[in-house]
Structures are given as structure tokens and as C-alpha cells.
């Protein structure tokens, strides 16, 4: 793409697509996994592509990234040690540091060059994020960390990309035993379910998958401005630690000072409780759970 371009094209649906007018491209770079694209846009302001797919703006990145934070966090009542698997445009973990518990994240991202573009382009999203001395940032594949690690964790995060080709064994019932045996006692996982809506049988998969695993489930749904979709979003444990009332969530975020969030509040946990009807009966729906024999991909139509 070339500052001549004045539309870029991104695909949506195995049906549909749309068109962002680019006023201006900042970076664009072929790395070894993945055309990245870093362009400003009238609506988002400074946006990523990702081989053509809507990933972060600096404009609406907080739906998504506090959506998919603050719920694990703060039903954790001290999270010290947190693991992010993905996340290379450091949203997530801008967000996670904000939680002064914290004393040690580790990152793990496959693609180097996001994070450099990131540090150089995305300062909007992530901040000094990065350069936090509580950060150990590993370049690799985040399930090949999560097998040979020996390291547990309060919090892991689940910060990937669609259940496409590249990201299939991310999303099995192996991969996430993986993540539960790296849990610490009452720890939590946090992770996005996909769009009940654009893509239900992805939502229905991902969710009956994880409760092949986690005995202890609780699922909401935001919608995410950039998207322009709704996003299941899910913390999972193997204890009996997600029920925390309303007044407890508004205590710990005040004795965090956790100040300037923009969407997530204690009252979006209430929507645990309240599932539309949609969802509710997409869930009604039998279906295969995802296993590294025969894992779930998203159909979508080629970028152009």
C-alpha cells in the first residue's frame, strides 16, 4: 500500500467486507508471519491492520483491551504474577500494569516486529508499556512457552486473533488444559469468545471448549466500536473464585486507584447475569468442541 491509496479493503465475513478511507499510511512492513499496517483513519485515528483485518485504533482500542483486562483482574483480589499470550500492539498490557499488585508480567508474542512497530507507531495504545522493568517480554510461540514453562500465574490473558488457520491450536481444549495447569491457586483466565453474532458457530465452539476444561465459567458481551461487531468475552477458573459481588469489585478498583478507565466498570460484571437471548440460544446449539485433532477455523474470505 501506497500513500497514493486513498481506501484500504478489509474482509469481514465469509460474505462481506468494508472500506476504510486512509488519510494518511504510517508504516507498513512485511514480516516473516503477516502484512502489518499501520495507517491514520478520519474515524479511529491511528489504526493496525493485520494481513488487512481491524485489530486496535487509539481511538476505540479501550473497548476491547479493558473489556478483556479489568473483569479477570479484578475478580482476582491480589494478582501478582500475569501472563499475556499475544497482545503485540501492548494494549493489554498497558492495561494489566495499571493494577499496582502487580510485580511481574510476562508477554508472550510470536511476531517481533509488531512490538517494535508498536514502540515506534502505537504509542497511543501502549504507552511506556514496554519499557515497565515488571515486563519480560518473550518473543515465541505462545503455546510452546505454555508447555515447557514451569512458571504459574494468577492471571493469564488470552490476547489472539480469530481462530483462523495461523491460530487454530490456540483455541483447543489441549491448549487450554495447558493454560489451566498453569494456573496459580484461584487463578483466573481471561479471554475473548468471538462474535456471537457475525460468527455463532465460533462463539458456541470456543465456549463449550472451555467448559470441557474450567469447571467455573462466566461470560459477557461488549461491543467493540472498531469491530463494529459484539465480542463474547470469558474468565474461567478451576475454583469456585468468579462470584464477587458488586460492592466487592467497586472496593477493589478503589483501593487500586485505577482512575481514567473509559468502559469497564463494576457494573459491566452484571452482565454475567443477563446473556441476551441470542447467545443464550446459540449456546442451546450442540457442537464439537476444538481439539489439536481436529481444531476449529473460521472460514473468512481472502484479503484482497
Not at 494478582?79 to 508472550?108: C, F, N, Q, Y
Not at 457442537?287 to 484479503?303: G, L
Amino acid at each position: 500500500m501506497t500513500d497514493r491509496d486513498v481506501t484500504l479493503y478489509e474482509p469481514f465475513t465469509a460474505t462481506m467486507g468494508r472500506r476504510f478511507r486512509v488519510k494518511r499510511v504510517v508504516h507498513t512492513q512485511k514480516t516473516p508471519y503477516q502484512l502489518v499496517e499501520v495507517v491514520e483513519t478520519a474515524d479511529f485515528g491511528v489504526t493496525l491492520f493485520l494481513d488487512r483485518r481491524f485489530q486496535t485504533s487509539e481511538k476505540d482500542e479501550f473497548f476491547y483491551h479493558e473489556s478483556l483486562v479489568h473483569p479477570a483482574m479484578m475478580l482476582h483480589p491480589n494478582p501478582h504474577r500475569v501472563l499475556i499470550i499475544g497482545g503485540g500492539d501492548g494494549g493489554t498490557l498497558e492495561e494489566v500494569l495499571k493494577h499496582p499488585s502487580v510485580s511481574a508480567v510476562t508477554m508472550v508474542e510470536l511476531d517481533a516486529e509488531v512490538v517494535d512497530i508498536a514502540k515506534a507507531h502505537l504509542r497511543s495504545i501502549c504507552g511506556a508499556a514496554f519499557e515497565d522493568p515488571r515486563v519480560r517480554l518473550v518473543i515465541g510461540d505462545g503455546r510452546r512457552f505454555v508447555e515447557e514453562t514451569d512458571q504459574s500465574f494468577d492471571v493469564i490473558l488470552l490476547d489472539l486473533t480469530d481462530p483462523m488457520e495461523p491460530s487454530k491450536y490456540v483455541y483447543t481444549k489441549e491448549f487450554y488444559g495447558l493454560c489451566a495447569r498453569r494456573l496459580r491457586p484461584g487463578g483466573i483466565v481471561g479471554l475473548h469468545n468471538d462474535s456471537p453474532f457475525f460468527f455463532p458457530k465460533a462463539y458456541n465452539v470456543i465456549t463449550k471448549t472451555l467448559d470441557a476444561v474450567f469447571p467455573h465459567r462466566r461470560q459477557y458481551a461488549a461491543y467493540i466500536v472498531g469491530y463494529m461487531l459484539d465480542f463474547a468475552f470469558s474468565v474461567c477458573a478451576l475454583d469456585d473464585v468468579l462470584h464477587v459481588s458488586e460492592e466487592e469489585l467497586s472496593r477493589r478498583a478503589a483501593e487500586r486507584r485505577i482512575e481514567g478507565l473509559l468502559y469497564y466498570t463494576p457494573q459491566l460484571l452484571d452482565r454475567f447475569r443477563t446473556l441476551p437471548g441470542y447467545m443464550r440460544r446459540t449456546l442451546d446449539q450442540p457442537c464439537d468442541v476444538s481439539t489439536d485433532a481436529a481444531p476449529f477455523v473460521i472460514e473468512t474470505e481472502p484479503f484482497e
